[in-house]
Nanobody
Framework: QVELVESGGGLVQPGGSLRLSCSTS????????MGWYRQAPGKEREQVAL???????DYPGSIKGRFFITRDDSKNTIYLQMNSVRPEDTAVYYC????????WGRGTQVTVSS
């Protein structure tokens, strides 16, 4: 049973920061591109950021310059540092690991509100 464990979601004020974490097993972590999607109410799932095993990153969506993805190989964990958050960043954030197969976390809620 492959498990991706997410943490770090919660309520944050506009302009604030939040860091999400996602951990998995070493066998999955070392062989997978990992990243984050998000899904806001009534909207389609949107890819936020991804990072390869060589630490190359990409930000396909609309968050360039505000969010940053990193991975800690010693902890089998990726992070999404969210800065200058906006109400439109409110969503459930899902971690994924894409290797031979793709695995998903259960999601963590991020709410940006004053």
């Amino acid at each position: 049973q492959v498990e991706l464990v997410e943490s770090g979601g919660g309520l944050v004020q506009p302009g604030g920061s939040l860091r999400l974490s996602c951990s998995t097993s070493a066998s999955i972590f070392t062989t997978s591109v990992m990243g984050w999607y998000r899904q806001a109410p009534g909207k389609e799932r949107e890819q936020v950021a991804l990072i390869g095993t060589g630490h190359a990153t990409d930000y396909p969506g609309s968050i360039k310059g505000r969010f940053f993805i990193t991975r800690d190989d010693s902890k089998n964990t990726i992070y999404l540092q969210m800065n200058s958050v906006r109400p439109e960043d409110t969503a459930v954030y899902y971690c994924y690991a894409a290797g031979r197969l793709t695995y998903w976390g259960r999601g963590t809620q991020v709410t940006v509100s004053s």
